[in-house]
C-alpha cells in the first residue's frame, strides 16, 4: 500500500474562520500508510499506528458547533478535527491517543475528520495492507 492522503471537505462560509486558527487545505489532511494514520489539522497533531484503530464509522451530517474547529467531547474525551457539517468519519483507538495539547494529555479514544471522502478513508483504515509498503 502506498500511502494515500485525503484532504479535509472546507465549508466556504467557515474558511475564513478556520485560516485564522491556521488551519488551511495545505495544513488539513490525513495520511494513511501500510503501518501509520498521521492527522494535521492546522497546528494539531494525531499520529497512531493502523494497529491501534479499532474501527470505523461515517457520520453526519453534524451541527456547526459540534462540527467546526477543534472539538473535545464531554461524553468520551473524543477529539474532533472539523471543517464541514456535512459528515466525516469518527476513528475509534485500541488506545487512546494525544492530539490536542503538548505533553500528551489528554489522550482521546476516538477521532472524528470531516474529510471529502470519508469512505476512501474508511476503506484505506480497514483494509489490510499488503506486505513491504512504505512507512510515513
Aim: charged letters at 20%; one cysteine or more; proline letters at 10%.
Amino acid at each position: 500500500m502506498t500511502a494515500a492522503r485525503f484532504g479535509f471537505r472546507f465549508d466556504p462560509s467557515w474558511r475564513p474562520v478556520l485560516a485564522l486558527l491556521g488551519v488551511r487545505p495545505s495544513t488539513a489532511w490525513v495520511l494513511v500508510d501500510a503501518n501509520d494514520l498521521a492527522v494535521r489539522f492546522g497546528p494539531w497533531r494525531l499520529r497512531t499506528t493502523r494497529d491501534n484503530v479499532a474501527g470505523v464509522e461515517t457520520t453526519g451530517p453534524y451541527r456547526w458547533w459540534r462540527a467546526i474547529g477543534t472539538r473535545v467531547s464531554a461524553s468520551d474525551v473524543g477529539i474532533t478535527f472539523g471543517t464541514s457539517t456535512a459528515g466525516g468519519l469518527c476513528v475509534r483507538f485500541v488506545r487512546p491517543v494525544p492530539a490536542l495539547l503538548p505533553g500528551g494529555w489528554p489522550r482521546h479514544p476516538g477521532l472524528t475528520v470531516t474529510v471529502a471522502d470519508p469512505d476512501a478513508l474508511a476503506r484505506a483504515l480497514t483494509v489490510p495492507p499488503r506486505d513491504g509498503a512504505d512507512r510515513l
